[in-house]
């Protein structure tokens, strides 16, 4: 398995990087829970209708623990938590949520190892392989095949 990537040219002409290229990951599917659940049962023993009602109950869960203040962690995954953003108050008394709270947003923290030469490796990224799509030309690769270049 490799993540796909394409090249793509920064067009916005009131960016410091006005020209520049750059690489994006390419997203080619998304995958349902039926699917995920299908995969999980080809890598253990349990169910498919099992792992449905799992997963299922899965986000409605972690949402009921983050609300209640809680760090949710998830071995292999990672952890979420919940955050808010701000804005300050003259004084203590003066801090009200209604005036004062501007969201409430997810924090994602993946689960991170830390390997012998004292690198800190994400376990969602670790040992991943990039590849160039193959099926997609930018318009620097068409005018270098139009020239022959």
């Not at 067009?11 to 690489?23: E, I, L, R, V």
């Not at 349902?32 to 449905?52: F, G, P």
């Not at 609300?67 to 071995?75: E, T």
């Not at 808010?84 to 003066?94: C, F, P, Q």
């Amino acid at each position: 398995m490799k993540l796909i990537y394409q090249k793509y040219q920064n067009k916005n002409d009131q960016s410091s990087a006005y020209n520049k290229w750059y690489g994006r990951v390419v997203i080619n599917e998304t995958v349902e829970i039926e699917q995920l659940a299908s995969r999980m049962q080809d890598n253990c023993t349990v169910k498919r209708a099992d792992i449905l009602a799992v997963l299922s109950e899965l986000g409605p869960t972690i949402r009921d623990l983050l609300q209640d203040s809680k760090r949710v962690s998830i071995p292999y995954l990672g952890a979420f938590k919940l955050g808010i953003t701000t804005t300050g108050a003259e004084t203590a008394k003066k801090f009200t949520v209604k005036e004062n709270v501007k969201n409430v947003h997810v924090i994602f923290q993946p689960e991170t190892h830390v390997t012998v030469d004292g690198k800190r490796v994400k376990d969602l990224v670790k040992d991943c392989r990039l590849a160039e799509d193959q099926n997609y030309l930018s318009p620097e690769d068409e005018d270098n095949e139009n020239t022959g270049d």
